[in-house]
């Protein structure tokens, strides 16, 4: 299994920016997948996740209605769009696997991170 | 949202020792709890899922027990590859909520 996140980036306060996870190693389109991040010093927050087939989806109040997570069965991907980004949002962004089809319970395997970086 | 909250926060401990790990859950969570081991500059890594289910590949001196609102890693005979940052996480209901970790160090 591997999982490649980009869209690293160093943004100000009130823009957006696109965060990709490209899947391999396993059948995407039957498992959920989730961002989860990791600010510098801190331990790990869930952001959000999409069901396998799109039709269930949540996030963490700290970021909804600025977050919107979606996924491309066809291109193996994972997209998380951010905006109006604030400086509490930079962090190291994962991209997770869920160990099911559905968006509640454990990642069973973890990208190595993107890098978001807002600050004015 | 369910909060949980690990101890301590860091500990400190020498290869071959018995070393245990305490997670706490503000409410009932079942066995809706896993383990991940994280070292520097690396990602997470699945341990234990479901309380006590061991995952394929993970030396057998890691165990995991408890249920309800309180939780137990346990690493038997500590390896010098064992040090790193250990953390829960509860997948009974969302938003999914972690502990702020614990952090492993050499003694």
């Known amino acids: 299994v591997y999982l490649v996140e980009s869209g690293r980036d160093l943004g100000q306060p009130g823009t957006s920016l696109r965060l990709a996870c490209v899947a391999s190693g396993f059948t995407f389109d039957d498992y959920a997948m989730h961002w989860v991040r990791q600010a510098p010093g801190k331990g790990l927050e869930w952001v959000s996740g999409i069901s396998w087939n799109s039709g269930s989806i949540v996030y963490a109040d700290s970021v909804k209605g600025r977050f919107t997570i979606s996924r491309d069965n066809a291109k193996n991907s994972l997209y998380l769009q951010m905006t109006s980004l604030r400086p509490e949002d930079t962090a190291l962004y994962y991209c997770?696997?869920?160990?099911?089809?559905?968006?509640?319970?454990?990642?069973?395997?973890w990208g190595r991170g993107t890098q978001v970086t807002v600050s004015s | 949202d369910i909060r949980m909250t690990q101890s301590p926060s860091s500990l400190s401990a020498s290869v071959g020792d018995r070393v245990t790990f305490t997670c706490r859950a503000s409410?009932?969570?079942?066995?809706?709890l896993s383990w991940y081991q994280q070292k520097p500059g690396q990602a997470p890594k699945l341990l234990i899922s479901?309380?006590?289910k061991l995952q394929s590949g993970v030396p057998s001196r890691f165990s995991g027990i408890g249920s309800g609102t309180l939780f137990t890693l346990i690493i038997n005979s500590l390896q010098p590859e064992d040090y790193a940052t250990y953390s829960c996480?509860?997948?009974?209901?969302?938003?999914?909520?972690f502990g702020q970790g614990t952090k492993l160090e050499i003694k």
């Open positions: 997770a696997k869920g160990h099911r089809r559905w968006e509640l319970g454990h990642f069973d395997y």
């Open positions: 409410q009932n969570i079942s066995h809706y």
């Open positions: 479901a309380a006590s």
């Open positions: 996480q509860q997948s009974y209901s969302t938003p999914q909520t």
